[in-house]
């Protein structure tokens, strides 16, 4: 069983920058899987903002965070990375990272069933 542990959230003032962590612990054999960052407001579905391909890097992101944020990878520590730039209050969420078998898939990487290893979550709160 894959075991993934997020960090590195917090709070932010709007136009300000925050990286989040998600370290994988036992079972993740780096190169094997997909790391997918989802975020949850309040009153609002659990959405999918970026996939990470461990094996080659290659990464997807939601159309709101292009260009603002950015995936990078530690393979020594096990450990995704989500740079988050130019935050803004509408990003505020609990943040979660994920884990799936394999490298991510073109269509369907955004969603939840796309999943089988989750994390706790990081608050991530932006002040306007």
């Known amino acids: 069983e894959v075991q993934l542990v997020e960090s590195g959230g917090g709070l932010v003032q709007a136009g300000g920058s925050l990286r989040l962590s998600c370290a994988a612990a036992?079972?993740?054999?780096?190169?094997?899987?997909?790391i997918g960052w989802f975020r949850q407001a309040p009153g609002k579905e659990r959405e999918g903002i970026s996939c990470?391909?461990?094996?080659?890097?290659?990464?997807y992101y939601q159309d709101s965070v292009k260009g603002r944020f950015t995936t990078s990878s530690d393979n020594a520590k096990k450990t995704i990375y989500l740079q988050m730039n130019s935050l803004k209050p509408e990003d505020a969420a609990i943040y979660y990272c994920a884990a799936e078998i394999g490298p991510c898939t073109d269509d369907t990487w955004h969603t939840t069933d796309d999943y089988e290893y989750w994390g706790q979550g990081t608050q991530v709160t932006v002040s306007s």
């Open positions: 990470f391909s461990s094996n080659d890097g290659t990464a």
């Open positions: 036992s079972g993740f054999v780096f190169g094997d899987y997909a």
